[in-house]
């Protein structure tokens, strides 16, 4: 896994650069005046990212994030992961600190990884909801409890595309989490050329309850 | 900037590269394995045994601060297993901050307590909740005939449920007679309402949160939003990159978050913020910035006394006496404040003064101003209310879209239930206590002889605690919040509850010290184990259902009242059903608002929105008021209606500066300013038990500033000692950590039960509103 990912590394390394102005760091342009572009669910986002992402950029894997990192920084399926590397107490809310890494992604030298990217980057105030953890142990013990993450890979057909079991509030925009050398392993998609992901792919939230429909007489 | 940050991290955990690479190959052979086996699942939480993996979700006003966001609550089984933005709720559009993301699992801390303990022989023993609620009746009744009916009392709180408040004052103000009804919004935003009444003769905001979608510019007066109340702040950034006219300008005493987010960062000494802002009004006057027609239409000019103390001996007594004054005299009023005079006073640079004033004055700009605990825990924080309203009212920047004097809330009901159902001594759910017509209204609707109702207010809150210590209350009954942390100079209050013929009652919902002083604990339905509604700092109100059943005997506030209140012999009073009785609560209390001011919207209206802004008149919700565009109690017929005062003006008032209640000296050298941070509520006693909150700020610290540090030969994470006249307390340092004070000043969030910094702060209060300044007292300061 090392090697592929030192090779994918460097290549990537030199794609960082070019990406300066890649994946989140988007100004969304509205699709026409007096339209908010949270129109379909911010599916606009989408189409924006990936003009803005270059295709090799997006293709690249590094494999050195996981589905079992990803939820052991959540408390529930759905909720705002945690900051799992140190940062200042004073650690500024100025766009150019924490955004400087997770709206465009790239290489981060001093942690040796691919810088994860935000879905939701026209949100600033980052520490609002993510917050570093400067401590191990409770205050006291907790009896919560949650309920099993989405289950992947659940296609209705053999071969057919697994439909998106989550919801999409804050997660609209596919590209940041799906592709690119950041991806969670589990769920990075190995069709990054296509930009259209609501083409195939469709909410079927996996905690909602199917409402059956009957048809009235 | 960031490398001194850095390097000051020694404090954090580190999860460096080398724990990073560690984290990482411990799980890739499970990830491997899930790469096979899609469908595993290796979260780190405890699974839910049993469920169908179906969640519903069902709608809440969160429980935190007074912003009021709507969260959607996912329930599975029986339990809350996750939380969603309301993107339906106008107020945070589908957003929360990382308390309410969490909020649920402040429900399920192991300690709750599920039943109730009444104390004998010096031990708390359980007993079954019933029995408590009988013991409680029978010292009321015992109490009230030995000493009086002014010899028992009730502590609640701006966490109150609306219903919690309304049946709390009832059952005290209606049913035993008594004024003795207390809440510890108190503590919290009494200074904005005698604001408001002085001002404008009518409580709460004229504007909305919508304001800051049109406002150009946002100025925080002492207000650490960012922290505070992060989900407005956030609406602010978002309009300040999507619009290019936006600027946030932060005027505060220590820098903090929202320093270092604003356009401008803008520090003043403390308690200067009164000769500031009339600085502000020279400067707009000499200048000739008036907005004359508004200002010869809408605007009388008053005064009131003057040098009118603390409040820090018993018994102290106040009442303002206003004066009518025209507007040459208060423009020769201002010639004290004049930019260069202020700039020694406050520490601000006349240019700074002469900048703030521009901004206001500017008449291309729309102006919002916020506040929160700066501007209302502050001697004297009404008449720093007053002042900001003079800005607003002297450029007629008030009651339209982005023209905004704001005054934001810290609880989530403090306006709701406190402020609107009047659970202070002196109130009423309509008017006051002082008021003939009000009692009648009030003897009316509950169906008791006017007769009682006591006309005269007895104890605000310091003076409530000071009864207690005295020895003329001798029963109090404290509900939703946790006094043995909060009370200023906290040292007297506590062992004034801990004297021998001192009945305490506290229902709660984890062990606080509060329940430590307590006689009898009664286990409380906590949030939405219980119906319940809540009214936020933009007048709107938030109906949340029962989505969870309380934990063992657990039983809500209100329901805990009804039941003592007909032990006490009200049957008649509080005939509600208990599955019908928040419906009918509701009914009953909006009688008391009925008209075009203040009407409320329907049971059936709130059970189907996430929340209703009242006034709601004819179906709609009234956005900006005093306006005639958008406000259908305007009759006047002209451009604005400020109705609230009998003469149909809002009131410009001509109030000095005058010094703190204990300033810093040649002994006690330092200003203690203490506050919260963005991962606690208040005392913490709910999000220390959720573990994102507890681990990412586990215990509290003293800020100072680095040279204060360097010259106390001090750094960061040593321990210091915080000496004031009343008490100290010892504590870690931090240095450029989250927010840094001035040099002469230390800061110290309150959350922690470990580090109680109330036993140093000073009971001082707003002579006014009997608020109490948490903000401003002398200590000096040791290595330990």
Known sequence: MKKAADKIGKRTLALAALCLLGVGGLDLAMAAPDIPHTFDAGGEKIFRSYNATPQEYMAADSGNRNLMGFYELRQYPGSPPRIPHAVAQSFSEQPDNCLSCHAKGGYNAELDRFVPVTPHPENELCTQCHVPQRQEGLFVETNWQSINPPKLGRSFLAGSPPPIPHSLQLRENCIPCHTGPAAVTEIRVEHSSRGNCRQCHVPVISTDPRLEFVRKQ | ?784
Not at chain 2, 402 to 420: D, I, K
Not at chain 2, 532 to 558: C, K, L, W, Y
Not at chain 2, 683 to 698: E, I
Request: proline share 6%.
């Open chain 2, 1 to 784: 900037m960031m490398k001194t940050n850095q390097e000051n991290n020694e404090v954090i955990m580190k999860l460096d590269r080398r724990a990073f690479i560690k984290s990482a190959a411990a799980s890739s052979a499970i990830a491997t394995a899930a790469a096979i086996f899609p469908g595993i699942s290796f979260a780190e939480w405890k699974k839910q045994e049993g469920a169908s993996g179906m969640i519903t979700w069902k709608k809440a006003p969160c429980r935190f601060c007074g912003t009021g966001c709507g969260v959607l609550i996912g329930v599975s089984g029986d339990r809350a297993v996750a939380v969603k933005g309301d993107p339906n709720c106008s107020v945070n559009k589908g957003l929360c901050c990382v308390k309410g993301y969490h909020s649920v699992q402040a429900l399920y801390g192991k300690d709750r307590l599920t039943k109730a303990k009444v104390r004998r022989n010096g031990e708390m023993v359980e007993v079954p909740i019933k029995e408590a609620l009988d013991i409680i009746a029978a010292k009321m009744k015992d109490t009230m005939a030995k000493h009086g009916k002014d010899s028992v009392a009730m502590y609640g709180s701006g966490q109150w449920t609306i219903p919690d408040g309304y049946v709390a004052s009832k059952l005290f103000k209606g049913c035993l007679g008594t004024n003795n009804l207390e809440a510890n919004a108190r503590l919290c935003m009494s200074s904005a309402v005698t604001g408001f009444m002085t001002s404008f003769g009518i409580d709460e905001p004229m504007g909305c949160y919508e304001d800051i979608d049109y406002a150009n510019v946002f100025v925080t007066w002492g207000n650490n939003m960012a922290e505070m109340h992060p989900v407005l702040f956030s609406r602010m950034l978002a309009n300040r990159k999507r619009r290019n006219n936006v600027e946030i300008i932060d005027f505060a005493t220590r820098t903090t978050r929202t320093s270092q987010a604003a356009d401008r960062s803008i520090l003043f000494r403390p308690q200067t913020d009164l000769a500031v802002a009339n600085a502000i009004c020279y400067e707009i006057i000499h200048n000739n910035w008036v907005n004359w027609d508004f200002l010869n239409t809408h605007v009388s000019f008053h005064k009131g006394k003057t040098d009118i103390g603390y409040g820090t001996e018993d018994h102290f007594a106040f009442t303002d006496k206003e004066e009518p004054i025209n507007f040459e005299e208060y423009k020769k009023f201002l010639e004290d404040y004049t930019p260069e005079k202020v700039e020694k006073i406050s520490g601000v640079s006349a240019r700074d003064i002469k900048y703030m004033a521009s901004l206001y004055g500017d008449p291309t700009k729309k102006v919002t101003s916020f506040w929160c605990m700066g501007m209302n825990q502050h001697t004297r924080g009404t008449w720093i209310q007053n002042l900001v309203y003079n800005i607003h009212l002297l450029t007629g920047k008030i009651s339209t879209p982005g023209n905004s004097p704001f005054s934001l809330t810290g609880q989530p009901s403090a306006c709701g239930t406190v402020r609107e159902v009047g659970t202070l001594t002196h109130a009423l759910p309509h008017g006051g206590v002082a008021n003939e017509h009000d009692r009648e209204m009030a003897a009316k609707i509950w169906d008791v002889p006017v007769s009682n109702i006591d006309p005269k207010p007895t104890y605000h809150t310091v003076e409530m605690f000071r009864a207690l210590d005295r020895g003329d209350i001798k029963f109090m009954w404290i509900q939703v919040t946790n006094p043995m942390v909060t009370m200023p100079n906290l040292n007297r209050y506590r062992q004034g509850a801990l004297k021998d013929d001192r009945f305490i009652v506290v229902s709660e919902v984890y062990p606080t010290p509060t329940t430590d002083v307590a006689d009898v604990i009664l286990p409380a339905a906590m949030w939405v184990e219980q119906e319940g509604m809540f009214g936020n700092s933009e007048r709107r109100t938030q109906h949340f259902a029962q989505i969870v059943p309380p934990p063992g005997e657990a039983m809500s506030d209100t329901w805990q009242l009804i039941e003592v209140a007909r032990r006490l012999g009200f049957e008649k009073q509080f005939p509600w059903s208990e599955e019908e009785h928040i419906g009918k609560i509701w009914e009953e209390y909006r009688r008391f608002h009925e008209g075009p001011k203040h009407n409320m919207a329907p049971y059936t209206v709130l059970l189907e929105r996430p929340g209703v802004m009242w006034p709601f008149v004819d179906g709609k919700e009234t956005r900006w008021r005093f306006n005639p565009k958008h406000d259908p109690a305007c009759t006047n017929g002209k451009d604005f209606d400020f109705y609230g005062k009998a003469d149909n003006k809002a009131w410009i008032w001509a109030r000095p500066y005058e010094p703190a209640a204990e300033s810093p000296d040649a002994e006690y050298n330092f200003w203690l300013n203490t506050g919260r941070v963005i991962e606690h509520f208040h005392t913490g006693s709910m999000t220390r038990r959720v573990p994102v909150l507890h681990q990412a700020m586990p215990s509290s610290y003293v800020e100072l500033n680095p040279e204060d540090a360097a010259g106390l030969g001090v750094i960061n994470g040593e321990m210091v000692k915080i000496i004031s006249r009343r008490g100290s307390v010892t504590m870690p340092a931090s240095i450029n950590g989250r927010g840094v004070p001035p040099r002469g000043m230390v800061f110290v969030p309150f959350f922690d039960e470990s580090y109680l910094i109330n036993e140093v702060t000073l009971d001082a209060f707003c002579p006014i509103s009997k608020q109490p300044d948490y903000k401003k007292c002398a200590v000096r300061l040791e290595k330990a």
